[in-house]
């Protein structure tokens, strides 16, 4: 079983944090297909937390199709479905991208700036080099100041 860490301090709802570790252990395969969970009573023991907590924890997994819980006998990994695994990639990504996106436009870029950005690292990735590269200036996007980061 993964560990889980808990953290009262987050801001994010315990139940949540449960769920999103098992998830992405899920995910990252370190718990297999068919591999039993602590159940919902030994879980909450460990973590010191209500049994509702794991309990809602469990459920949201199964709702997500993640696990299944098998009344009397406990709590199983389901196959990682493909389009499962995809859409839940899909939607981490879209998150990330919406709060870079809000962080450009508090920095007062342009959409072309954004767009820029954006290619500059997908091309940066395309050639094995995933690192992060410093903000990239669409070659238009010189306001007529000569200040970086402003629009027309």
Known sequence: MVRIVISNASGRPIYEQIAGQIRAA????ELAEGERLPSIRALARDLRVSVITTTRAYADLAAEGFVT??????????????????????????????????????GRLSDAEIRASVEALLTADEGGDSRSHGPTRAPDE???????????
């Open 26 to 29: 899920i995910m990252a395969g």
């Open 69 to 106: 819980n098998v009344q009397g006998k406990g709590s199983y990994v389901l196959a990682r479905d493909a389009e499962l695994v995809r859409e839940h990639v899909l939607g981490e990504v879209e998150r990330h991208l919406s709060a870079a996106i809000d962080a450009a436009r508090a």
């Open 142 to 152: 010189q306001s007529d100041h000569g200040h970086p980061g402003e629009d027309r």
